[in-house]
């Protein structure tokens, strides 16, 4: 009897032990986790992780997604004769509850590339945020100064704040090196910023006020990936050796892991209480030293353990016209381009709402053969066509006998023979081939600036006013084949997978 009560309350005491340690070992270990729940916000305890650099595979390699448009409905074919408030009753303002956009700014450029980014690409944004170097209001949008929100020992200990400090950037009468030197300092208080204000969104859109946004194929991209895992994609940029870091012209994406990992020394662990834009303040003077704040961020990510995953072509510092249409640009989808022109800004977004497919995102064929339409172009005067990949055209060549340089159309015909002549430019009486499909943009007589670079400005009075011209010819023919060889359908479709061998 004794021996029965003995192994009851051995069975009893090993039972309370194990319940005891499930209660007491995942308190601990939670209590000790490396992030912790404070306020409605994460931060991280846990000190960064190197940055790990797997090997990247010679040839980058393209990912098997299939994707669907979360416009509703998704294609609106009479977009142009549609007000904003029409087309963005379409825009999935639902994801926006998850996707953070995020427009860089100043003051000197609000009334050129902000009115037009309001009236294109944000247009249909309900939650933009707006970040500059003045406060003040714009087209209904709070602008904020994110400069502002760094501590005044630091701001007024360096120079290159001086137009900032004085007010000259707010009224409006600061240099553009001024602007310039100012800009670099937005980059981490923007960070900062976004994640005070909006925290724990699974995705933070950076993005500049002359950015090209394709947001359909954005919401695409990232439903394929972990906000919670540190990412950071963009166009690839070389910094340091070996560093490379997301241009800032196209914009660039950061999840909600790597903006956790970042803005952790902006919060008190124990409490939750905001302490400052620790962020910058604890890399001020690699700002101030550094040239540009794009590369200083990816710096600053990169020592968090935070490594850039390059998505070029998808991001492209290239705007329509500078687009070298070719197997490297052509079913790869489009997530963004830099600089667009102002009649490019407005016509390619309400075009995009027409063209917009429920399985296929767009791709850089749909902007040749429908935007731009290179199979239907004809001459044109004063347009350079031959900003890259031009070459001399020799004479005699081995397809043709005719001197190229004699005129215009001599040097057509002589890229029409060319195996590697896709389009011309005739500028000074000289031909110049271009072996890839650009559409160019409109220029005045005068010198190109390779011309300009060569010393060809000493003897600018040599010529008349037909010479100085630029005259652009397309060998429609031979693009037409090739683009009908190439039709980029579902199954075509190249999402990249993220490299910095293939680079711009």
């Not at 600089?339 to 791709?363: C, F, I, M, N, Q």
Request: aromatic letters at 12%; charged letters at 25%.
């Amino acid at each position: 009897m004794l021996r029965s009560n003995n192994l009851s309350l051995r069975r009893t005491l090993l039972i309370v032990t194990a319940v005891l340690l499930c209660i007491i070992i995942p308190f601990s270990l939670l209590s000790s986790a490396p992030f912790r729940h404070l306020n409605g916000w994460l931060t991280s305890s846990a000190t960064p992780e190197p940055a790990v650099r797997a090997p990247e595979p010679e040839v980058p390699g393209t990912y098997d997604w299939a994707t669907r448009s979360s416009f509703d409905p998704v294609r609106q074919p009479d977009a142009g004769n549609k007000s904003l408030e029409e087309l963005c009753a379409s825009f999935p303002t639902h994801l926006l509850d998850e996707i953070q956009p995020v427009l860089k700014t100043g003051h000197a450029v609000i009334d050129s590339r902000l009115k037009l980014q309001l009236q294109s690409v944000s247009a249909c944004l309900s939650n933009l945020l707006i970040f500059s170097d003045t406060d003040e209001q714009f087209g209904g949008h709070d602008i904020i100064d994110v400069i502002a929100d760094i501590r005044k020992n630091f701001t007024d200990s360096h120079p290159a704040l001086g137009a900032w400090r004085n007010g000259r950037i707010a009224r409006g009468d600061a240099t553009r090196k001024q602007g310039w030197d100012t800009d670099k300092f937005k980059f981490l208080p923007a960070i900062s910023r976004a994640w005070r204000m909006r925290p724990n969104r699974r995705w933070y859109v950076f993005y500049e006020a002359d950015t090209y946004i394709v947001w359909d194929n954005v919401f695409r991209l990232l439903e394929n990936f972990d906000p919670d895992e540190l990412q950071y994609f963009g166009s690839p940029s070389p910094g340091a050796p070996g560093e490379w870091f997301a241009n800032g012209g196209p914009g660039y994406i950061i999840s909600r892991g790597a903006m956790r990992r970042l803005v952790e020394d902006d919060w008190n662990h124990e409490t939750g209480a905001y302490l400052g834009a620790k962020l910058m303040e604890n890399n001020f003077n690699f700002v101030a030293s550094d040239c540009c704040g794009d590369s200083t961020l990816g710096a600053v990510l990169l020592k968090r353990g935070i490594v850039l995953k390059g998505l070029y072509p998808m991001f492209t510092v290239h705007n329509p016209s500078g687009i070298p249409f070719m197997n490297k640009h052509w079913c790869q989808p489009i997530l963004t381009m830099h600089k667009p022109h102002e009649e490019d800004a407005l016509g390619l977004w309400r075009w995009e709402w027409g063209h917009r497919e429920l399985r296929r995102p767009l791709v850089y064929r749909d902007l040749a053969t429908s935007y731009i339409d290179f199979g239907n172009l004809t001459a044109r005067e004063d347009w350079n066509n031959m900003k890259n990949d031009r070459f001399d055209a020799e004479v005699p060549g081995d397809s043709y006998t005719e001197d190229p340089h004699q005129s215009f159309e001599a040097c057509g015909r002589a890229c029409k023979a060319h195996h590697d002549c896709w389009q011309w430019n005739y500028h000074l009486r000289k031909c110049h081939f271009v072996r890839a499909l650009r559409w160019g943009l409109h220029e005045e007589p005068g010198l190109a600036m390779f011309e300009a670079n060569e010393g060809a400005d000493d003897a600018l009075k040599e010529w008349d006013i037909e010479d100085l011209r630029f005259r652009a010819g397309w060998n429609t023919e031979k693009i037409t084949r090739w683009m009908d060889e190439r039709p980029c359908g579902l199954d075509d479709v190249r999402w990249v997978t993220p490299s910095t061998k293939r680079i711009f």
